[in-house]
């Protein structure tokens, strides 16, 4: 199984560490957080991960040489000259995926009780793209109709709704927060054409959702932290002694 690892953001609610580290470096209870991920990644299975880089680069690349790559197939998906957001990210690692088989996807800074294997196996052939989500409460939410399938997304506090669907009534709609953690088929690299270099995979997604089927995975039993400002990082240590 193969899976990519978003671990090029510029990491900046964590300054001042990601001043002199990046992102995936930051250490939760002494090991840096992209070895929290790719030590639980090995122990579901996955074979061959694919690491995007751009802040501090060359630390993520030494770290996992001087550590033999944890004994899995790695390889870097390099966007020193431009950080090209989720989206793009997927799109510029489309070399590493011509086998056709779909792949996971996991934001490196989102720490979850998740079963990986299971999600991957349970969902990778069901449709081309599969989102991990609950009902916490957030701010934004993918919109879902009654068969799951994604329809829109919106912002509850402004409340902007993005959909390609005409007359959306958002009322009718699930609303889901999405976890970052996803199923992506390669089937789906050809509808990026369109876009450029750098953008939104959520912006895609909804751009293409009327023409392939994207559905919610609901668990309403994960238990996700986004490490995301250096408050949380304490919250982290204790998520992770108690997973």
């Known amino acids: 199984m193969k899976a990519l690892i978003f671990a090029a953001g510029l ?13 995936a470096l930051v250490p939760i209870n002494g090991k840096p957080l992209l070895e929290h991920q790719i030590l639980k990644m090995k122990k579901m299975g996955f074979d061959h991960l694919v690491i995007n880089v751009h802040h501090f680069a ?12 944890f004994g899995l197939k790695i390889d870097i998906s ?5 950080l090209l957001e989720t989206g793009g990210g997927v799109k510029k690692a489309v070399s590493f995926f011509t086998d056709e088989k779909p792949f996971l996807i996991h934001n490196v800074d989102i720490l979850s009780n998740i079963d990986l294997q299971s999600f991957y196996t349970e969902n990778a052939s069901k449709s081309l793209i599969s989102l991990l989500v609950n009902q916490r409460k957030t701010s934004r939410y993918l919109l879902f109709n009654e068969e799951k399938r994604l329809v829109g997304w919106t912002n509850v506090q402004t409340g902007e709704v993005k959909s390609p669907f005409a007359n959306l009534n958002v009322d009718q709609c699930k609303k889901y927060a999405f976890s970052g953690i996803q199923i ?5 690299f050809p509808l990026m054409n369109t876009f450029g270099d750098r953008f939104s995979i959520v912006d895609f997604y909804l751009s293409v959702a009327d023409k392939i089927e994207i559905r919610a995975v609901v668990d309403e039993k994960m238990q996700i932290l986004d490490v995301g400002k250096v408050d949380s ?11």
């Open 11 to 23: 990491g900046t609610r964590l300054k001042p560490l990601t001043d002199t580290m990046p992102k």
């Open 58 to 69: 060359d630390q993520i690349i030494d770290f996992l040489s001087k550590n033999n790559n």
């Open 78 to 82: 390099n966007e020193r000259n431009l």
């Open 184 to 188: 992506f088929s390669p089937k789906v």
């Open 233 to 243: 990082l304490k919250s982290a240590e204790k998520f992770l002694t108690n997973l």
